[in-house]
């Protein structure tokens, strides 16, 4: 292959913008997260060890939203650098923490770049 092919898709990959998506949660529980909670997977993909700002937003009150890995959970919002493959996972929750909140939410997560994905809503009892 052509040097010059192969750097140009090694700058693009390194240039790219943050990406974000979100599905249900098919993995394992982590020790930190709600059993009551409604869980997504959100994948983060972008540049190598780049610094990355989420947050999440249009969560009803009396719900929580928390980004959780196997070691912790931080409520609302989070900030991480992505490794070496350019790729996070988190399992996202949502939480009603409240028998008088609504009993659906959804949310968005804003990141980096202008990134930005809609949580599918939750509905708790």
């Not at 140009?8 to 930190?32: C, D, H, M």
């Not at 989420?54 to 196997?70: D, E, H, I, K, N």
Request: some cysteine; proline content about 7%.
């Amino acid at each position: 292959m052509n040097v010059w092919i192969v750097a140009t898709i090694v700058l693009l990959a390194l240039a790219s913008p943050t990406r974000l998506s979100i599905q249900p949660w098919t993995g394992s529980e982590f020790q930190t997260t709600s059993s009551a909670a409604a869980k997504y997977r959100l994948e983060v993909s972008g540049k190598p060890k780049a610094l990355v700002h989420l947050q999440a937003r249009g969560v009803a009150s009396g719900w929580l939203a928390a980004f959780c890995t196997p070691k912790f959970c931080s409520p609302q919002r989070v900030e991480t650098s992505l490794p070496s493959s350019g790729q996070a996972v988190f399992q996202f929750e949502l939480i009603r923490e409240s028998s008088s909140a609504p009993k659906e939410t959804g949310a968005t997560i804003d990141g980096p770049d202008g990134a930005s994905v809609s949580v599918p809503f939750a509905h708790r009892e």
